[in-house]
């Protein structure tokens, strides 16, 4: 599987961005996307996850209410992330698994990364 994420940019305070992830080759073989995002000096986090199957969104607590993972039938996740904050930016990656879960270790295909800055 590869992964090719896209659609990061500058955004003011409250504004709003949609990030894509493009998966090609044996995506049966992995059934979890998500997008983790690393801001500099910091480690990488888990954002959300999506289970391909049944399109079930999992969120971590700091962007519940703000941020909407969704799934197309053609192998694409999209993170459409609303009422953006300065701590927010970092870079997002996404990346392919098996189990519904934040931690990076249990992800084994990742995306090149999109850099997302919210700043005035």
């Known amino acids: 599987v590869q992964l090719q994420a896209s659609g990061g940019g500058l955004v003011q305070p409250g504004g709003s961005l949609r990030l894509s992830c493009v998966a090609s080759g044996h995506t049966s073989d992995y059934d979890v996307i998500a997008w983790f995002r690393q801001a500099p000096g910091k480690e990488r986090e888990g954002v959300s996850c999506i289970l391909h199957s049944n399109g079930v969104a999992y969120y971590k607590d700091s962007v519940k209410g703000r941020f909407i993972m969704s799934r197309d039938t053609k192998n694409t996740v999209y993170l459409q992330m609303n009422s953006l904050e300065p701590g927010d930016t970092a870079v997002y990656y996404c990346?392919?698994?098996?189990?519904?879960?934040?931690?990076?270790?249990?992800?084994?295909?990742w995306g090149q990364g999109t850099l997302v800055t919210v700043s005035s």
């Open positions: 990346a392919a698994g098996q189990y519904v879960n934040f931690d990076p270790s249990y992800y084994d295909v």
